[in-house]
């Protein structure tokens, strides 16, 4: 993911000339300077008295491929409908390139949806369905032929362009809405749950050509999901929403390596979490004390004061197992394997702590281990090092 | 190798077997009885020849000839009844006033119907039951009763003559009653709902994710009505014409009620042959032509639609 179209994204990163990593370099949104290409400006809406989006405020730039991650209900479908111009905002102003579009009607907004359904015109040819928006251009027949076979072309279509949306299959048709909504060079793409409906193997497939594709064309995409392995891979960065509001905003790894509540650690990916009070805080790190683990040591935090009840989020992959005790005082608990989970490319352990508490452990299987060196109700000792702790306070 | 346990049942027993040809048989022998016999009857009866007076017509074929009956049979069957409907002007004028009358009335259930049914399918949801048994409801009065209430409608000093008065809006009557005028509303009044229930089902059916996609690519609302509704509701809007148009170029009772003596449609046309004529031969013929006239449109309808569905592939 690191590398992939690293060249065109520095295209976009106007604010920092003479990078080499593009992909770091490419943050518009930590340079003061940067003008938003979409603003949420305190946005509310409100479907029969229920909030669906809560006094959200957003900035979205130029180039950026956003995700709006968070459980169904919370919101991110009607944040993209909003945009569309579906639904009108009941408070608060949506700016694109700093232009109030409260007043501007759907058809006439230089943004374009792929749609969840996908919504193909069954009635249209493949061509028909990807030349309509230019149309309601007015274009050229000429231009639009050209466009049209361009974005076939772009989305291997070429072939399929005289049949009906009813003659292809599931992955033929999720192109054609991509090349539908494309063709138009908006200023913003929305893709509503765009892989939703593909099989596990497309989905996946299909997660690095959309990422292509954006840098390839280096348009604006909001893409709406359920899904945080869609949004970690494709987006440069992730919006977690819940109930209308936005939890956090920050890159895929930020959001895994330092969440900012104890929601969003446990939406995104798997964590334990282990509550305790804090004894001493200081720049090397931070002591707590837990009843379920005994003392811990995590990162340094800012907001965690001493005395204050904390939590201490730690990933499975971050800890380790073995059969004796290691020579550290903290960052190390005793326990009884209860179950495994074998995953092929990884097993995960539940460790039912002395106090209780199940930890979850996950492990690489590196080798081909056919016998387990930890088995169940084997007696084992967690340990993981303090930099892999994240102390919550929320 | 996996078997479908229920296919291999009923091809195993022959009773499953006669069962499901049985299922299917049943419509043929329906439509064979009820449809390909008495047409068949007509179509003999039409290339027979006049006779005063009742059946049989003659030829008649004698089984007990064997071939040779069946060819005297044949040689004795003649197409002077075809020759007549065409040189006397009085049946192609039946045919061609009842072609008019039926496209004038079809063209206007479509103009009134398409946005009625439209106006349904847009209702809210709660509101769509309702309407709908607004449509059917003159249904559950007498046909020939609602009729007849077009004719006080529409008589020298009826209902519309007098609002027309009352309101200024004419200083003489105007005569309606008897007029091609007064078969069309009266066609356009029965039918409506012939119109409305297929064109409404197909509406009603049509995904709004696919004019907010329309929007979406910048077609504005009045333009998508055009380029997504009426296209994806055309099949609805041609199941309506077909089922107003054929029986409005037969219809008897409307227009022997409300139009004048003048110009006969085939209908009654036909009802003269038959009934008062008693000219069984020409009136059957009348009948067979007026089948292919209205065969022939659906046919080339079909035909089109297969050729469309092959060109997709």
């Not at chain 2, 079809?106 to 309407?131: H, K, S």
Request: glycine residues 8%.
């Amino acid at each position: 993911m690191a590398n992939v179209g690293a060249d065109s994204k520095s295209s976009h990163s106007k604010s920092s000339p003479g990078s080499t990593s593009a992909r770091r370099t490419f943050a518009p949104w930590a340079d003061p300077a940067a003008r938003p290409a979409l603003r949420f400006d305190g946005v509310s809406k409100r479907f029969s008295g229920v909030s669906a989006v809560d006094n959200l405020s957003l900035d979205i730039f130029d180039g950026e491929f956003f995700a709006l991650l968070g459980p169904s209900g919370c919101g991110k479908t009607t944040l993209l409908r909003l945009i569309a111009g579906f639904e009108t905002p009941d408070a608060g102003r949506i700016l694109l390139d700093g232009e109030d579009i409260a007043g501007v009607p759907p058809h006439r907004r230089p943004v374009n949806m792929m749609f969840q359904s996908y919504a193909l015109f069954p009635h249209l040819s493949v061509e028909g369905n990807v030349a309509f928006g230019l149309k309601q251009d007015g274009l050229s027949k000429a231009e639009i032929g050209a466009r049209v076979a361009e974005a076939l072309a772009l989305l291997k279509l070429d072939r399929l362009g005289k049949r009906r949306p009813s003659q292809l299959s599931g992955g033929q048709r999720q192109r054609v809405a991509l090349a539908r909504a494309l063709v138009k060079r908006p200023r913003v793409l929305l893709l509503d749950e765009p892989l939703a409906a593909l099989d596990k193997k497309l989905r996946a497939q299909t997660q690095f050509e959309l990422m292509h594709l954006q840098e390839k064309l280096g348009l604006t995409f909001i893409i709406v999901t359920h899904d945080q392995e869609e949004a970690m891979t494709v987006a440069d960065r992730i919006g977690v929403m819940n109930d209308g509001r936005l939890v956090q905003v920050a890159t895929p790894p930020e959001i895994y390596e330092q969440p900012n509540s104890r929601w969003v650690a446990d939406f995104i990916g798997d964590v334990n979490l282990i509550e305790g009070t804090v004894t001493d805080a200081d720049a090397g790190g931070i002591a707590v004390m837990s009843q379920s683990a005994g003392k811990l040591r995590a990162a340094p935090s800012r907001e965690a004061k001493a005395g204050a009840t904390v939590w201490v989020a730690v990933r499975p992959e971050k800890l380790t197992l073995s059969h004796e005790r290691r020579a550290a005082e903290e960052n190390c608990a005793a326990g009884q394997v209860v179950d495994i989970g074998y995953l092929g490319d990884l097993s995960v352990y539940q460790v039912r702590l002395d106090s209780g508490v199940v930890m979850k452990v996950a492990l690489a299987n590196r080798s081909r281990l056919i016998e387990r060196p930890v088995g169940w109700d084997d007696r084992v000792w967690l340990s993981w090092p303090p930099a892999a702790g994240v102390v919550l306070t929320r | 190798m996996k078997r479908d346990p229920a296919a291999g049942m009923t091809a195993s027993t022959p009773h499953g077997v006669w069962g499901r040809r049985l299922v299917v048989l049943i419509p043929y022998f329906w439509l064979a009885a009820f449809f390909l016999v008495p047409f068949l009857i007509v179509l003999k009866l039409s290339l027979s020849e006049t006779a005063i007076a009742q059946p049989p017509y003659l030829p008649q074929f004698d089984p007990a000839a064997g071939l040779a009956g069946l060819k005297e049979f044949i040689g004795g069957l003649s197409l002077d009844n075809y020759r007549l409907l065409l040189s006397d002007w009085l049946y192609l004028s039946s045919y061609l006033h009842s072609l008019t009358v039926a496209l004038i009335s079809t063209a206007l259930l479509l103009l009134i119907g398409v946005p009625l049914a439209y106006g349904i399918a847009r209702a809210p949801r709660g509101l769509q039951p309702v309407l709908f048994v607004l449509v059917v409801l003159p249904f559950w009065t007498s046909f020939l009763i609602r009729i007849y209430a077009w004719m006080t409608i529409l008589q020298r000093y009826g209902l519309l003559n007098q609002a027309l008065l009352g309101l200024g809006l004419v200083g003489e009557p105007p005569v309606w009653l008897s007029t091609d005028t007064a078969v069309i509303i009266g066609m356009v009044y029965s039918y409506l709902p012939f119109m409305v229930l297929p064109i409404y089902a197909t509406l009603e059916k049509i995904d709004h994710a696919l004019l907010e996609a329309a929007a979406d690519l910048g077609c504005p609302r009045w333009k998508a009505f055009w380029l997504v509704t009426l296209p994806l509701a055309l099949p609805g809007v041609i199941a309506g014409a077909l089922l107003c148009f054929i029986p409005i170029v037969g219809e008897f009772v409307i227009p022997d009620l409300l139009g004048g003596s003048d110009r006969m449609m085939i209908g009654q046309t036909l009802w003269t042959e038959f009934f008062a004529n008693k000219d069984w031969p020409v009136a059957s013929a009348i009948a067979v032509v007026l089948l292919c006239l209205l065969v022939a449109p659906i046919v080339l309808y079909q035909q089109r639609q297969a050729r469309a569905l092959e060109a997709g592939r």
